[in-house]
């Protein structure tokens, strides 16, 4: 029995690369027929629109305006999606790993309750965080933003992980890591390719202050997904932007130790990675240090 699988995908500029991954998906794939491709070109983008000529895969195709956030685009795709999982892809992929969606549609029956984060291993951040994050469709519709709009280009991957790295420390760790799931990402910071215009457009701290604005979403979200587990119903969906203070490194490491090292719905672990890492990236980002190996994830 095979389950629906929809890959969001919005891709710019790179047809080569959309190709490429497609051709990944068909030669990998046991089922084809239960996966569907949503994909979102831009209006300009006419080299990528040919792409629709490929037959071997079902291709759901939304052409629209290039200003959306990417929080915008993974949800423009959702809202046509007809998967019992959805997972976000980017057109810089290649599936390395035969009979990859038996392996997930399998694990996502195992999950009565449909709770769950999964994610493959992109050869890149591999464990660390779930780049390309696959999730229920029931999952999706609980937490009613999986891809907030206010990410511009990035941070989607952190703010669902942190959602079940919340749900962890109440009791219930639903993150599911397939290592041998190879999603290759060929990221041009992995050096697997080179720096294009649709990487080098985005502001690379941009995000940052969205992925603190919204802390409180990230906690509602936690809880909906815990009274999910317990078949508790909340109808009660609200929140307000997280406040903060960025105006000297004084003030964004005092805001930073508030809203991750002393932030109770945090697993330690986690809260002070997140610390550690917010506060190196506010340094590198306003002078204070000269690039380290700061990841743009």
């Known amino acids: 029995?095979?389950?629906r699988i929809s890959l969001l995908l919005p891709s710019r500029g790179r047809a080569s690369q959309l190709k490429n991954f497609l051709d990944s998906v068909v030669s990998t794939s046991l089922d084809l027929e239960s996966i569907e491709v949503i994909l979102y070109l831009d209006e300009d983008?006419?080299?990528?629109?040919?792409?629709?000529?490929?037959?071997?895969?079902?291709?759901?195709k939304i052409i629209g305006n290039q200003r959306l956030s990417m929080g915008g685009y993974n949800t423009a795709c959702m809202e046509r999606a007809s998967g019992e999982?959805?997972?976000?892809?980017?057109?810089?992929?290649?599936?390395r790993t035969p009979n990859w969606d038996r392996i997930i549609w399998e694990t996502h029956l195992r999950i009565k309750d449909g709770v769950y984060l999964a994610y493959a291993n992109d050869l890149y951040m591999k464990r660390r965080i779930c780049t390309f994050p696959?999730?229920?469709?029931k999952v999706c519709d609980l937490i009613k933003f999986?891809?907030?709009?206010?990410?511009?280009?990035?941070?989607?991957?952190?703010?669902?992980?942190d959602v079940f790295k919340r749900l962890e420390k109440k009791g219930h760790n639903r993150i599911i890591y397939f290592p041998n799931i190879i999603f290759e990402h060929l990221h041009f910071r992995a050096k697997k390719s080179s720096a294009d215009e649709t990487y080098l457009c985005r502001n690379r701290f941009g995000d940052d202050v969205n992925f603190f604005k919204l802390n409180n979403l990230r906690s509602i979200q936690a809880n909906l997904l815990y009274d999910a587990i317990l078949n508790k119903k909340t109808d009660i969906f609200s929140y307000t932007y997280s406040t903060f203070?960025?105006?000297?490194?004084?003030f964004a490491l005092r805001s930073f130790m508030n809203l991750f090292l002393f932030n109770k719905d945090l697993p330690s672990s986690w809260g002070s990675y997140l610390f550690s890492w917010y506060s190196a990236r506010y340094l590198a980002s306003h002078g204070y240090l000269r690039y380290f190996g700061v990841d743009d994830k």
């Open 146 to 161: 999986p891809f907030p709009k206010e990410y511009q280009g990035a941070l989607i991957d952190y703010h669902l992980f």
């Open 134 to 137: 696959i999730l229920s469709k």
């Open 85 to 95: 999982i959805l997972i976000l892809m980017n057109d810089d992929i290649i599936i």
């Open 45 to 60: 983008d006419i080299e990528s629109h040919s792409i629709f000529s490929d037959k071997r895969l079902k291709i759901i």
């Open 245 to 250: 203070k960025l105006d000297n490194v004084i």
């Open 1 to 3: 029995m095979s389950i």
